[in-house]
């Protein structure tokens, strides 16, 4: 199965004041884009040309770094877009979310608080996840491409810390990129989606 760069979901000025046209066609058409053109190129050499994504991600973890790290950035990224949207973040979340915040993560506050710390305090690049392992939401951050798919968890929120995702509007206040992206720009509807598809 090809790896495919998506099309965003929405127009590259959506998102904004949060994250700018700008960020968005350098993020993804140019990043996303090559963790794309190189995924495909080297799956295909390691015979995976075939396999889903996610496969790809847990077959190449700690066996193929070229190729995990092309393709984890790539399934990362499909989901990344889908994170965000006009109008999103804040702390309305569908029920069966603030359910499980609340019982797994200490409520919304506590949750907030400690993803951004998680976004905060990765070294270098990275991303900073929600994911569900053994059950229950946890909270965790990886370094590059890294996700946790390979740690035996689900993702079904994470946020992109890489600089190139925002530098252009943030220059080096990570924090504040990170604060924007809670209150301003999850979708928390495709979280729940992907909660419900990690909890059946």
Known sequence: MAFELPALPYDYEALQPYMSKETLEYHHDKHHKAYVDNGNKLAAEAGMGDLSVEEVVKQ????????????????????????????????????????????????????????????????????????????????????????????????????DVWEHSYYIDYRNARPKYLEAFVDSLINWDHVLELYEKAKS
Not at 98 to 111: N, P
């Open 60 to 159: 190449s973890f700690g066996k193929n770094a070229g190729l995990f790290n092309n393709a984890a950035q790539h399934y990362n990224h499909i989901h990344f877009w889908k994170w965000m949207k006009k109008g999103g973040g804040g702390n309305k979340l569908p029920a069966a979310l603030q359910k499980a915040v609340d019982s797994d993560l200490g409520g919304y506050d506590k949750f907030k608080a400690d993803f951004i710390a998680a976004g905060t305090t990765q070294f270098g690049s990275g991303w900073a996840w929600v994911s569900v392992k053994n059950g229950k939401l946890e909270i965790s951050k990886t370094p590059n491409g890294e996700n946790p798919l390979v740690h035996g968890g689900a993702p079904i929120l994470g946020v």
